[in-house]
Nanobody, 123 residues
Framework: QVQLVESGGGSVQAGGSLRLSCAAS??????MAWFRQAPGKEREGVAA???????TYSDDSVKGRFTISRDNAKKMYLQMNSLKPEDTAMYYC???????????????????WGQGTQVTVSS
């Protein structure tokens, strides 16, 4: 069983930056991704990255502001710049044990989930 631990969340003012990290306790061989969930809303995909880090995907709402990266099979990051109040949410790390053809936004694609880290952006 792989455990995922997120860190780096916090409170910032609009326009600020945060860098989220996700550390896996074991190796995974598929995509890793960041999701977020605001109160009263469904969990939504923010960005994803393939095993080798060569392909990335992101939601239109964060394009040009957020950058996903991974430095190996066990560590992933989300650099968040120009943060907006609407980015406020709990952010979750997710990992796929083995690569599948499911779309990156699909929750069922991922076998492992972290406990989340809160990001709060004030105006």
């Amino acid at each position: 069983q792989v455990q995922l631990v997120e860190s780096g969340g916090g409170s910032v003012q609009a326009g600020g930056s945060l860098r989220l990290s996700c550390a896996a306790s074991g190796y995974t061989y598929g995509h890793m991704a960041w999701f977020r969930q605001a109160p009263g809303k469904e969990r939504e995909g923010v960005a994803a990255i393939d095993t080798g880090g060569g392909y990335t995907y992101s939601d239109d709402s964060v394009k040009g502001r957020f950058t996903i990266s991974r430095d190996n099979a066990k560590k992933m990051y989300l650099q968040m710049n120009s943060l907006k109040p609407e980015d406020t949410a709990m952010y979750y790390c997710a990992a796929e044990l083995r690569a599948s053809r499911r779309p990156w936004r699909e929750l069922q694609k991922y076998n492992y989930w972290g406990q989340g880290t809160q990001v709060t952006v004030s105006s």
